[in-house]
């Protein structure tokens, strides 16, 4: 019989040079992502603020206080404030209804749910354009009623909303299927009604989720360019928002101004990101929970 006897320094070695293949990958990958980020996120979003500041904080202020600058605010945080609400009522309700439910069409309602996706802003601004127009489908008959939908308010509400249909629906589909139904169904054969376990069992285990999915519809809402770009008419100091006054701004060579009121967009962009890696952390605490309880 033949004795294999091994040399415990080769076997070490071998051992140790998968492990420091591993730790270079590791390294290079890292290095790679924060150069990345680094070029194209960091030292652009340092840039808006040096030359917002290039001029000091005075011309800074009141690039952003001039009448065209706060009304822009104003049309953005209207356009806002009227299409997160609405994209929260209908987020839940698509995502109940789906999660909940088997009914005929519940495919066809969770890819228009994604068509906002898929489709061109600019091209829903053109919908918007062919179906309100003075030469659309309803433009005759707005006009007859002294209605404005195109380069007004609701058609820059409109395209909001549109271009921000997914995001609320889309974060709370997947939640609701992970955390199944068995909760509500308990509370019913208790005899709670459905807006008790709504507001007591379903909303209690969504709420991180909710929160994710509007904090994201708010900052799409508040950054939109492409679709308000269409049916504005980007008529000034009424139908520009925050984005389309930067541009305008841009366009006449006030450099200093445009990135003042575009610091404004890039501080709502960190905002947004710190809310967001809270309601990460919120949601992967409260995943955890629900794997330890359904294992137990």
């Known amino acids: 019989m033949t004795t294999i006897v091994l040399d415990p320094l080769a076997r070490n070695a071998s051992a140790a040079q998968p492990a420091a293949e591993g730790r270079f990958v ?15 996120l960091f030292i652009p979003l340092a840039a808006v603020f040096h030359e917002a500041l290039s001029k000091g904080w005075e011309a800074c202020l009141a690039a952003i206080v ?19 609400p609405l994209n ?11 999660t909940r439910f ?42 007859a009623h002294d209605i404005q939908i195109l380069f007004a308010v ?29 909760e509500e169904e308990a509370a019913i054969v208790l ?4 807006w008790r376990v709504f507001w007591h069992v379903t909303l209690p285990n969504i709420r991180w989720g ?50 003042s009121v575009a610091s404004l967009l890039a501080l709502l962009a960190l905002l947004t990101l710190a809310l967001k890696s809270l309601a990460e952390w919120r949601l992967r605490v409260q995943a955890a929970r629900i794997a330890s309880e359904q294992s137990s």
């Not at 590791?26 to 992502?33: F, G, K, V």
């Not at 984005?243 to 841009?250: D, K, M, R, S, T």
């Open 26 to 40: 590791r390294l290079a990958l890292m290095t790679a992502a924060f150069g990345f980020l680094f070029l194209f």
């Open 66 to 84: 001039e009448p065209d600058a706060r009304s822009a605010i104003r049309l953005t945080l209207i356009a806002a404030g009227i299409a997160v």
């Open 88 to 98: 929260l009522v209908f987020g839940v309700c698509a995502a109940w209804a789906i």
């Open 102 to 143: 088997e009914f005929r069409g519940k495919n066809l309602l969770i890819t228009l749910i994604d068509l906002p996706f898929s489709v061109s802003p600019v091209i829903a601004g053109l919908i918007y354009v062919l179906m309100f127009g003075a030469q659309g489908w309803f433009g005759p008959w707005l006009q």
């Open 154 to 182: 609701p058609g820059i509400v409109l395209a909001t909303v549109f271009v921000t249909v997914p995001f609320v629906a889309r974060e709370l589909i997947p939640l609701m299927q992970s955390q199944g139904c068995e």
């Open 191 to 194: 005899g709670a009604s459905g």
């Open 210 to 259: 909710l929160f994710y999915g509007v904090i994201l519809c708010n900052a799409r809402a508040m950054g939109e360019f492409g679709a308000v770009s269409v049916v504005s008419g980007h008529i000034r100091s009424l139908t520009n928002t925050l984005p389309l006054h930067v541009e305008i701004l841009y366009n006449e060579y006030n450099f200093a101004a445009a990135f």
